[in-house]
C-alpha cells in the first residue's frame, strides 16, 4: 500500500496532480484545499519535487486504485475520520473538504451546522449526520495551525474577505497571517456581515475586547 509519495511534479489539473517518482507517473486526487498549495509551481521536465501523504482505496466496483494526496498526516487522519460517516464516500469527502481543517473540525466540536451547510454539497442532513458521528473527536484537528489559509466562505463573502484583508495587510501595516486570523475569527462569530465595511467595523470591535 502507498502511503507517501515523493517526486517531481508533472501535471496539475482541477481536482488532481500527477507526480513521477522512480520513472512511475502517479495519478494522485487532492481535495481543493491540497490544490491551492500547487499553484505557481512548476509542472513537466522541470518541475518541482513536492510530496503528498496518502490515502490509498480500491473499491471492488473501480478498476483502479484511487490515491488521494494531502499536505500533511494530520489531514489525512482527518479525511479518513470523515469517511467513516454514513453516506461519504471517498469522492464526496474529497469535495467537501474545500476549507482549512481546523474550521470544518472547530464546526464539528462547536455543534455548528450553520457553518458546515456553507460547504457546497453539504445539506443540513449530512451537516447533523457529521456532528452526531464525530463530535468529541475533531479536537486534535481543530488545533492545526495553517497560515494563510482562504476563508471558507461564499464567494461573495470571499470577495469581501479578501478586499478586507488586502487593505489590512497593505494599507494597515498587519502581518498576512494575523489579519486573515482576525477576519475569519470575525466571520464565524457572525456570518451575516454583507459588506467590507461591516467585516471591518466588526473586526475593530473584536479587537477593542
Not at 75 to 103: M, N, W, Y
Request: include cysteine; charge should be neutral; hydrophobic fraction near 40%.
Amino acid at each position: 500500500m502507498i502511503s507517501y509519495l515523493h517526486g517531481k511534479l508533472w501535471k496539475v489539473e482541477d481536482d488532481r496532480v500527477v507526480i513521477v517518482t522512480n520513472g512511475v507517473g502517479y495519478d494522485v486526487m487532492v481535495p481543493p484545499i491540497v490544490r491551492a498549495t500547487f499553484n505557481g509551481k512548476r509542472v513537466g521536465d522541470d518541475g518541482d519535487e513536492v510530496g503528498l501523504y496518502i490515502s490509498y482505496y480500491h473499491p471492488e466496483r473501480q478498476p483502479r486504485p484511487m490515491l488521494i494526496g494531502f499536505n500533511r498526516e494530520a489531514e489525512r487522519e482527518f479525511f479518513e475520520r470523515l469517511i467513516t460517516v454514513s453516506d461519504i464516500g471517498p469522492t464526496k469527502a474529497i469535495k467537501l473538504i474545500i476549507c482549512p481543517i481546523h474550521q470544518i473540525a472547530q464546526a464539528i466540536e462547536e455543534r455548528n451546522s450553520r457553518f458546515l451547510v456553507q460547504i457546497k454539497g453539504l445539506g443540513p442532513k449530512l451537516a447533523d449526520k457529521i456532528i452526531a458521528h464525530l463530535y468529541g473527536k475533531m479536537a486534535k484537528f481543530a488545533l492545526i495551525i495553517e497560515s494563510e489559509a482562504p476563508p471558507c466562505l461564499p464567494q461573495e463573502k470571499e470577495d469581501y474577505a479578501h478586499q478586507v484583508l488586502e487593505v489590512m495587510v497593505q494599507q494597515l501595516g498587519h502581518k498576512r497571517a494575523e489579519a486573515l486570523k482576525m477576519i475569519q475569527e470575525t466571520l464565524n462569530r457572525n456570518p451575516h456581515l454583507s459588506s467590507p465595511e461591516e467585516i471591518f467595523e466588526e473586526v475593530y470591535r473584536n479587537q477593542k475586547k
